[in-house]
C-alpha cells in the first residue's frame, strides 16, 4: 500500500514543481522570454527598416486606442503568417509577428492580426495562456523522468547481467525491476495527462479565438482586414506553420493554428480557416484567393477615413455587435473640452473601437515630429519623460532644471530643454499617450541607466512643493509600467473580494478625485455622488489636509487587488466624481484614465460628445 501512496505523492509533487517552475520563470521573464524562446528578436523603433517601422505604427496605434502601454514588439524569422500576444499582464505584454506576417499582409489585414492580439490582452487570455504552459511543462516532465529512469534502470539491468555472468551475484536485481516499472507508469501517466491537457488547451484556445477575431472587427470595424488576414494563410505555401523547435509550446497563443496537430479536429488549438472567416464573412465564396498588393509602409489601400469626428454609425458585418457609441464633437486643443460622460465609464474598459483607433492615429500624426522622434530613442524618451513633469511656473521649472542639472548627463538635460515647448504646446490629452509612446524605448534602458531616471524623477517631483494629482498619476502610471522591467514585482493578485473590506482605501481616492477640481464648494457634491454608485460600503470624506499623495498610492496598491467587477465598480464611482459638475474637460478625462490604468482597467480615450 505505501508504495503506490508514495509513487502518487511523488508524481504530485513532480507536477506541481515542474508547472510552479515554469510558471514563476515565465512570471520573471514576462512575454519577453516568451517571445525570446520562440526566437523572436526585439523591434527597435530608432533602428527598423520600412517594414518593421510599419508594424511599429500599427502597433503604436492600436495601443494607444485601446488605453494600454504600447508593448515591445519581436520579430520572428518564420515565412508563415502568424502573431502572438505574451505576459501576464498589459504592463508585460509583448507582441510577436512573423516575418510573413509582416512582409506579406496589407495594413488593413496587419491591423486585423494587431487588434486580435490586443483582444488577448485586454480580456486577461495571456495569463490563462501562460498557465496552461506551466501545467502542461509539469506533465511533460513527467514524461521526461520517467524516460531518464528508464535509461538508468536499463543500463543498470545490463550491468547487473554482466555481473551475474561472472559470479551468480543476483543482488539489486529487484531494485532495477522496481525502478524500471516506476518509469513507465510516469511514462504512461505523462502520456496521458500530455493528451488530456492538450485537449484543454485546444478547446480553451478555439473559444477564446471566436472572441479575439470578433473584438478585433469592432475595433477595426473592417471585417475585411482580418477576414483578408485568414484567407491569405490559406492561401501562402507555409500558411501560419511555425518551424522553432519549441513552437509546440506555445500553440495555444498563435493568430492561427502553429504547428500540426494531429489528423483529428480534437487536438487543434484553433477552430479551422473556414468557420473563422464566415464567421466573419458569412458570404465568403470558400476561396483562398491571396487578392491583393502588399501595402507599402504607409497607409494601406483599403484604409477608413479618420479623424477626430470619426464614430461607429452601425454594427459591424457579420454578426459582431457595434461599438457603444461615437465621437459627435471635434476635439479641441486646450483644457477646456467639453465631454458627455455618464455614469457606466466602466463599460469603455477594454472595449475599445475604431473611433479610438483612428483618434490614436490623428493624435500621434499630430504631435511634433521632434516628441515623436525622441520618445521612440531610449535616450530621447527619457527626456520627454522629464519635459512632461516640469511645471508652468517658472520658478518651479527653474528648481526642477537645477536638480536635473545635477544628476543626469549634460546632454540629456539640453535635451529636456530643447523639448519643453513642444510638450507643454501639446497639451494635456497628449500626455498620457506621450507616455504609452515612450514606454517600448525607455524598457531598453540598463539598469543602471534606470536607476538614473528614478533619482531624476524623483528630483524632479520633490522640485515642485505643488505637484497636482495629475502629474502624480503620469509619474505613478510611467513606473508601475516600467519597474517590472527592471525589478521583482509580484503581479497583483486578488486579496479582497468585497469592497467593504476596503473601505478607507475607497474612501481616500474618492476624497481626493472630489478635491482635484479645486472647487471647495462641490468636493463634497462629487464625493457623494461618487458613494453613491457603491452601496453598502461605509465611506468618510476627507479633508483636503489629510489627503496626501502617499496615503493615494497606499490605498490604490490595495484596490489593485480587488476583484474585476470590483474594481470596474470603482471606476464607475471615480467617474461619478469627476462628472458632478455636469463637464468634463481634458485634464479630468485624462486623470480618470490614469487612475484606471492604475487600477489595471486600461480605459481607451474618451472622446469630445462621446456617449459612455
Not at 499582464?89 to 487588434?115: F, H, K, N
Amino acid at each position: 500500500v505505501e508504495l503506490p501512496l508514495g509513487g502518487d505523492a511523488a508524481s504530485r509533487a513532480l507536477l506541481g514543481g515542474g508547472s510552479l517552475f515554469q510558471v514563476s520563470a515565465l512570471r520573471a521573464g514576462g512575454g519577453s522570454c516568451v517571445a525570446e524562446t520562440l526566437g523572436g528578436k526585439r523591434l527597435f523603433p530608432d533602428s527598423a527598416g520600412p517594414t518593421e517601422r510599419r508594424v511599429l505604427n500599427v502597433v503604436e496605434e492600436m495601443a494607444i486606442a485601446s488605453g494600454t502601454p504600447v508593448p515591445p514588439v519581436y520579430l520572428m524569422e518564420e515565412a508563415g503568417i502568424n502573431a502572438f500576444a505574451a505576459g501576464f499582464s498589459p504592463s508585460d505584454a509583448v507582441i510577436g509577428v512573423t516575418r510573413g506576417c509582416a512582409e506579406t499582409l496589407t495594413r488593413d489585414q496587419l491591423q486585423g492580426v494587431v487588434a486580435h492580439e490586443f483582444s488577448h490582452i485586454l480580456n486577461g487570455d495571456m495569463r490563462l495562456s501562460i498557465r496552461l504552459i506551466g501545467i502542461l511543462h509539469g506533465i511533460l516532465l513527467l514524461g521526461l523522468v520517467g524516460n531518464m529512469l528508464l535509461r538508468i534502470g536499463f543500463y543498470s539491468g545490463m550491468g547487473q547481467r554482466r555481473s551475474s555472468s561472472g559470479n551468480n551475484n543476483n543482488s539489486g536485481g529487484g531494485l532495477v525491476l522496481a525502478l524500471m516499472a516506476a518509469s513507465v507508469a510516469l511514462i504512461v501517466v505523462g502520456s496521458i495527462g500530455s493528451l488530456f491537457g492538450g485537449l484543454i488547451k485546444a478547446a480553451v484556445s478555439r473559444q477564446r479565438e471566436y472572441l479575439a477575431d470578433a473584438s478585433a472587427v469592432q475595433f477595426t470595424r473592417n471585417p475585411s482586414g482580418i477576414a483578408g488576414a485568414l484567407k491569405r494563410i490559406g492561401a501562402a505555401v507555409y500558411g501560419s506553420r511555425l518551424n522553432h523547435p519549441r513552437a509546440s509550446e506555445a500553440s495555444h497563443m498563435y493568430f492561427a493554428q502553429g504547428v500540426w496537430e494531429g489528423f483529428t479536429s480534437l487536438m487543434a488549438t484553433h477552430p479551422p480557416l473556414p468557420k473563422r472567416i464566415r464567421a466573419i464573412e458569412p458570404s465568403w465564396d470558400g476561396k483562398f484567393a491571396a487578392g491583393g498588393a502588399k501595402a507599402s509602409a504607409g497607409v494601406g489601400a483599403g484604409r477608413r477615413a479618420s479623424g477626430f469626428a470619426a464614430g461607429v454609425a452601425a454594427a459591424a458585418p457579420g454578426g459582431v455587435a457595434a461599438a457603444r457609441g461615437g465621437a459627435k464633437g471635434t476635439a479641441a486643443d486646450g483644457d477646456s473640452v467639453p465631454l458627455d460622460v455618464v455614469d457606466h465609464a466602466v463599460d469603455q474598459v477594454g472595449e475599445p473601437t475604431d473611433a479610438h483607433r483612428a483618434y490614436a492615429h490623428d493624435l500621434i500624426a499630430s504631435l511634433d515630429p521632434a516628441i515623436v522622434s525622441a520618445a521612440r530613442q531610449p535616450y530621447g524618451a527619457r527626456a520627454v519623460v522629464f519635459a512632461l513633469l516640469l511645471d508652468r511656473d517658472a520658478t518651479i521649472r527653474g528648481h526642477q532644471f537645477a536638480a536635473l542639472d545635477k544628476l543626469a548627463e549634460p546632454a540629456l538635460a539640453e535635451l529636456t530643454r530643447r523639448l519643453t515647448h513642444a510638450v507643454a504646446a501639446a497639451g494635456p490629452r497628449c500626455r498620457l499617450p506621450i507616455i504609452d509612446l515612450a514606454l517600448p524605448a525607455l524598457r531598453a534602458m540598463t539598469p543602471g541607466q534606470f536607476k538614473r531616471f528614478g533619482e531624476c524623477l524623483r528630483a524632479l517631483v520633490a522640485a515642485d512643493a505643488q505637484l497636482s494629482l495629475f502629474e502624480w498619476t503620469l509619474a505613478r502610471v510611467l513606473m508601475r509600467h516600467l519597474q517590472p522591467q527592471f525589478e521583482p514585482v509580484r503581479s497583483p493578485r486578488v486579496k479582497y473580494s468585497r469592497l467593504g473590506q476596503v473601505g478607507r482605501e475607497c474612501s481616500v481616492l474618492l476624497s481626493m478625485l472630489a478635491h482635484a477640481a479645486d472647487k471647495p464648494d462641490a468636493a463634497a457634491d462629487a464625493f457623494y455622488h461618487a458613494a453613491a454608485h457603491l452601496p453598502g460600503v461605509t465611506l468618510t470624506m476627507m479633508p483636503r489636509a489629510e489627503c496626501s499623495l502617499t496615503d493615494l498610492d497606499n490605498a490604490l496598491g490595495s484596490l489593485a487587488a480587488l476583484s474585476a467587477a470590483h474594481r470596474g465598480r470603482l471606476v464607475d464611482a471615480c467617474a461619478s466624481a469627476i462628472i458632478a459638475d455636469g463637464r468634463v474637460n481634458v485634464q479630468e478625462a485624462e486623470l480618470l484614465r490614469g487612475v484606471s490604468d492604475l487600477l489595471d482597467c486600461p480605459m481607451p480615450p474618451l472622446l469630445a460628445g462621446q456617449q459612455v
